[in-house]
Structures are given as C-alpha cells and as structure tokens.
C-alpha cells in the first residue's frame, strides 16, 4: 500500500511507503491520525497549511459485505475542529484496489483550476481551467468521457470553488452519478482552497485487494453477510423502503423536529415519507431499493425519477426531512428537486435544510413556500450574496439575519432527531468532535428504535453511557469502511462485531480481538479531542443551543436538561 501526496503548491504528487504507525489504520483512523500529526491546529481551515486526507476503509477492496465507504477529513472551515466525514460510492474499492491507503492534498495552488489523474503506479496533476464552474454531473460525465467511462471520480462543485463552509467532497454511485457525498463540515471548500476539481481514479478490479487468508476471509464475509440480511433493520427495513423509512417512525415518536425545530411532529409527514418516496420512484420508473457502493447488501438507497426525468439519487431520509418537515414542506417532488441542486452546486443537504429554515425564521422566505426554497437555492451557483449566506451554513445565516433560534453545535446544523425528546442523540451532538452529528452515536437505536436494547427517549437516564459506547463504536466501525448501518446487527448479534474482527485478522494476518476495536474506537476519538483543544475547543463547546433547555417540544412537552454530565462522555 502507498501514499499519494499531492502538494499544490508545487504541483507535485509523489508517492510513498505508508510508516508503520499507519499500517494498523484505516478510513476515519487514518484521516483524523494524519491530520492530527500534520495540520497545525490552530491553522485557517482554507489556507495551505490545512490538508485534505482521503482513506478507503481497512476493509474496503475486499468482499467484505457494505464495506465500500470512503473517508475525507481535514480541518473543518465551518466547525474550526478536526472533521471526517464519509460516503458511498465506487472511490474507496477502486483506491484500495490500486493499493492506495490514503491520498493526503496539501499546499495551494496560487491560481488556475487542477484535476489529478490517478493509477497504480502513476499519479499526475493536470491544469483543468475549463472545468471551473462545472456541476458535479456534468464534470463527471465529461471525466468519464475523457479518460475511460470506468473511471471513479471524487469531486467538488461550484460551491467548493467558491470555498463555501458547508460545500462537500462527493463521488458517483455504480452509475456514474457524482451523488455520493462526504457532505458534513465544508471539507469541499478545503478541496477548493486547493485549486483541485477533482481526482480521477482508474482501477479495473474492484474486489481484489490482497487477503492474506483467502478461505477464512471467504467464510468470514459469507457469515457477516448472513448476519446483516437476517436482521429486521438491515435485511428487511432499510432494504424495502431505505432510511426514509423512518419518517413515519420518527414523526410517532414525536421527535420529528419540525418548522426548524419548534415542533416534534408533522402532520404531513407521510407525503414525504420512505412508504410514499417508493410508491412514486416506483410508478415513475424509478427505484425503490438500490447499492450506494459494490458490494452492500443492505441496499437501502433510492433513485427518485422528477417529472422533467432528472433522477435524483439518493434522497435519504436526512435530507427529506430536512427539506421536507423541517421546512414545513410536503411535496417530495420539491425535496428531491433541493436534493438534486444540492449533488449538483456541491453542497450538504443537512446543512441547507437547518440554514433554510434559520432564513424561513427570519423572514427571507415562508415556511412552506417549496419553490421560493429552490429559487434561493439556485442562487449558490451564481455566488450571489445571499446564495454565499446559504452556503456558508447555519450558524452564518443566523448571525447576519440576528436568529437566536439556530440548531448547531460547533457551528453545524443538528440532524433530524430533536434531542429534547432523543437525548441520547442530543448527547451526541453536543459532544462529537464533529459538531452536530447523528452519525457519530446513533442513540436513535436505544432511544426509538429499541435496537441494542431501550433506553427511554425523554429521561436522561443512560443517555451519557449509551452515547459514549455508540461513539466508540462508531469511531471503529467508521475506521473499517464498513457502513454505518452494520450497526443495527452489531448490537443485536452477539456473533457480528466477532465477525468483524475474523475478517481483519484474515485479511492482515492479525490476531485482533473484540477489545482491541474498542480500544481503536477510544484512540479515534482521543486524537480528534486533543486536536479540537489544541484549536481552541472547551466544555462551553460540547453544549445544545440555550433553547433546547428553555422551550419544550410538544408532543412531549420536554426539555433537554443535561450539562455538566456531559463532561463525563469521553472518561473511558
């Protein structure tokens, strides 16, 4: 395995052995360790002291099943703190296939726009001013054209150009759509900053990374595969309806933040829901069940045809929400449509919903109102001023129009679990290294879900003991390139995480137990920590906004209460 780096100030890419203390990491492991040894913490995010890191996961390559995503960190330009975030997509298995462990950009061009073409053995920078201002759909299309239609191809938007805070890195799905995105925390204008548009990667396996022990492997993935397809979540829920499956799940439980988190509960929820999205990409031709990377299993994404006959791929119930109750909107032709512009322009569908509905708040436009949503929207590739206020994220919105009422933690938008009435997940939020994140410790298993057992959603109860161990997890689970949604069946299988690490022991020949993964989840999460102090972080950071603790949400009329037990999260 090598390392590409890439310094743009010099324009040079070089290849190099990986030191051993990186032999062992993987996916967000190895992007958080290398940013933490190499980015000064106190550096401008979109300078050129910030770098890039992009990681295929310990197991990615392989046959592993679901473990395709691929892992972007650096200094986050809109938390100020160490970020990683992942996606789907044919990027990470073509990376490991070509015996890639990491490609780590650095320095900044002084002008002019650069892609870099990328193969086993060679990796060369070229100049690419006509591609400036491209969409991600058309500037992968033009990619594929040019090089070889098998290409993978990790790339920015106008939005990232134009070093927007809340602009993502994505990289096409199975079909070529550029879809698939490491949306969180505006590490796309990290990639702008650069000067680089793109990276292009060929690679003509997909599955055939080295494996030490090729039989134990086989026998191992087989049984992880049976694992994941005999769970209710992962076998039969996500496959049947997706992640927006839990549209209707989460408005019954009354914690469906809606009207930027004034209520928990819509009443139009179902128009946007996972049951409803099937019934119209069905009729239109489209598809209720598709892989977001080679070799998932759990198939749980989407392709929702529009009527003009754009497809927008996938819409994930994050993003409906955050276009849909959030916004009081309830017209899934109008979610897909904001999610389509979002791949397109570059930016992060979460994070534009919570800005959309600080902008709703102070009056710029109605909630409810789809099409003026869309028109604003369209504004970010024009780089109006206000399209710059919408891109450069939530917290920037509420500053400028002077909303009080801003859903962020370290400065990113809160997902779609309120936390007054999922605390476990309003744990989670307030103390990631990664600002507001649902993904770092998805309390929703315990708290709604009764996955991995229940902890009741409204009581503070376990809420810090069941967010620490869901980070932990995660934080390991994110280093193997395995999918989040593994998780469901982790906690409910004795025999999955065991599982896991059978496969890591055959493919590196290692003899990892159960407890050395948790250990790897506790050093993630200690590196990513003592970066965010040395940048300036404290305990007054790992806090909810103040209205969370001052307004109730119906349908429980509950407030979230917990401080100073947050400060007990990171005590392994």
């Given at each position: 395995?090598?390392?590409?780096?890439?310094?743009?100030?010099?324009?040079?890419?070089?290849?190099?052995?990986?030191?051993?203390?990186?032999?062992?990491?993987?996916?967000?492991?190895?992007?958080?360790?290398?940013?933490?040894?190499?980015?000064?913490?106190?550096?401008?995010?979109?300078?050129?002291?910030?770098?890039?890191?992009?990681?295929?996961?310990?197991?990615?390559?392989?046959?592993?099943?679901?473990?395709?995503?691929?892992?972007?960190?650096?200094?986050?330009?809109?938390?100020?703190?160490?970020?990683?975030?992942?996606?789907?997509?044919?990027?990470?298995?073509?990376?490991?296939?070509?015996?890639?462990?990491?490609?780590?950009?650095?320095?900044?061009?002084?002008?002019?726009?650069?892609?870099?073409?990328?193969?086993?053995?060679?990796?060369?920078?070229?100049?690419?001013?006509?591609?400036?201002?491209?969409?991600?759909?058309?500037?992968?299309?033009?990619?594929?054209?040019?090089?070889?239609?098998?290409?993978?191809?990790?790339?920015?938007?106008?939005?990232g150009e134009m070093q927007m805070l809340s602009a993502g890195v994505t990289n096409n799905d199975l079909e070529g759509n550029s879809s698939r995105y490491a949306g969180r925390g505006g590490l796309g204008a990290v990639m702008g900053s650069k000067g680089l548009k793109a990276i292009v990667i060929e690679a003509d396996k997909t599955f055939d990374a080295p494996v030490q022990d090729k039989e134990r492997f086989r026998a191992a993935a087989k049984k992880f595969a049976d694992i994941l397809l005999k769970h209710p979540v992962c076998g039969e829920g996500l496959p049947t309806f997706g992640t927006n499956v839990l549209m209707n799940v989460i408005n019954e439980a009354g914690t469906l933040p809606t009207r930027n988190f004034r209520f928990g509960r819509f009443d139009k929820a179902a128009d946007v829901s996972g049951e409803k999205l099937a019934e119209v990409a069905v009729a239109r031709g489209g598809k209720q069940t598709h892989s977001c990377h080679p070799g998932c299993v759990m198939r749980c994404s989407n392709v929702y045809p529009l009527p003009d006959g754009i497809e927008c791929s996938p819409v994930e119930y994050e993003t409906a929400w955050a276009f849909g109750p959030n916004l009081e909107i309830n017209d899934l032709d109008v979610v897909a449509r904001l999610n389509y512009i979002c791949n397109d322009v570059g930016l992060d569908t979460i994070e534009v919903g919570c800005t959309l509905g600080v902008l709703m708040e102070a009056g710029v436009i109605p909630f409810g109102d789809g099409q003026a949503a869309i028109k604003l929207l369209e504004e970010v590739y024009q780089g109006t001023p206000l399209g710059r206020v919408l891109g450069a994220g939530t917290a920037v919105a509420g500053k400028v129009y002077g909303v009080t009422r801003v859903p962020t933690v370290k400065d990113q938008g809160i997902p779609a679990y309120d936390p007054r009435s999922c605390r476990g997940n309003g744990v989670t939020y307030a103390t990631t290294p990664q600002g507001a994140d649902h993904t770092a410790g998805y309390a929703v298993t315990a708290n709604i879900l009764k996955v991995g057992g229940f902890v009741e959603p409204t009581k503070d109860d376990g809420q810090v003991e069941l967010s620490r161990n869901l980070q932990v997890a995660t934080a390991a689970v994110d280093s193997t390139g395995l999918c989040l949604f593994v998780a469901f069946a982790l906690l409910d299988n004795p025999e999955g995480l065991p599982t896991v690490v059978e496969m890591l022991n055959a493919q590196y020949g290692t003899e990892l137990t159960v407890n050395d993964v948790t250990a790897l989840g506790q050093q993630v999460l200690t590196v990513e920590r003592e970066f965010n102090i040395k940048a300036g972080f404290g305990k007054a950071h790992d806090r909810l906004p103040e209205f969370f603790y001052e307004e109730e949400l119906a349908p429980h009329n509950t407030k979230f209460d917990l401080r100073e037990e947050l400060d007990e999260v990171f005590k392994f």
């Open positions: 395995m090598k390392i590409v780096r890439l310094n743009m100030t010099t324009k040079q890419a070089s290849f190099e052995e990986v030191p051993e203390k990186y032999l062992a990491l993987g996916g967000r492991a190895l992007t958080s360790q290398i940013v933490a040894d190499e980015v000064p913490a106190e550096c401008h995010p979109l300078g050129p002291n910030n770098k890039l890191v992009i990681a295929p996961g310990l197991l990615s390559g392989t046959s592993a099943p679901s473990s395709g995503r691929l892992s972007v960190g650096g200094k986050s330009p809109l938390t100020g703190g160490i970020k990683e975030a992942n996606a789907g997509g044919v990027c990470s298995q073509k990376l490991a296939n070509i015996g890639i462990k990491a490609i780590v950009v650095e320095g900044k061009a002084d002008a002019g726009t650069y892609i870099m073409h990328l193969t086993a053995d060679k990796a060369e920078l070229i100049a690419a001013d006509e591609l400036a201002g491209k969409g991600t759909y058309e500037l992968t299309k033009i990619l594929k054209e040019r090089f070889n239609p098998k290409v993978g191809v990790i790339c920015i938007g106008p939005a």
